[in-house]
């Protein structure tokens, strides 16, 4: 299995932009689909934005595409999100995922990380 650790999460105000980053380790790391998933208080766990290991295909819910960018250093294993014009509504805690098999169900995603918190303020 693959250990994952986010970083990067605090406060932003509206508008702004973050940079959340996710270091994965264990033998085969690279060869896993990572993903951002996130939740906010009261609603349960959503998918952000993945990427595939394979073909490097990246994948955005449709509430942040054209504003988040998830990329993948594979020699690292960094998968980071560069969150741009940060809504309200992207608050939440915010989690690094893995999974050997692609799937956009956070019931399906293999490992997590701890989360990190995003925080916006309007």
């Known amino acids: 299995q693959v250990q994952l650790v986010e970083s990067g999460g605090g406060l932003v105000q509206a508008g702004g932009s973050l940079r959340l980053s996710c270091a994965a380790s264990?033998?085969?790391?690279?060869?896993?689909?990572m993903a951002w998933l996130r939740q906010a208080p009261g609603k349960e766990r959503e998918f952000v934005a993945g990427v595939a290991w394979n073909s490097g295909n990246t994948y955005y819910s449709d509430s942040v595409k054209g504003r988040f960018t998830i990329s993948r250093d594979n020699a690292k294993n960094i998968v980071d999100l560069q969150m741009n014009n940060v809504k309200p509504e992207d608050a939440g805690t915010y989690y690094c995922?893995?999974?050997?098999?692609?799937?956009?169900?956070?019931?399906?995603?293999?490992?997590w990380g701890p989360g990190t918190q995003v925080t916006v303020s309007s």
């Open positions: 995922a893995a999974a050997i098999q692609w799937t956009f169900s956070p019931k399906s995603y293999d490992s």
């Open positions: 264990g033998r085969t790391a690279s060869n896993y689909h």
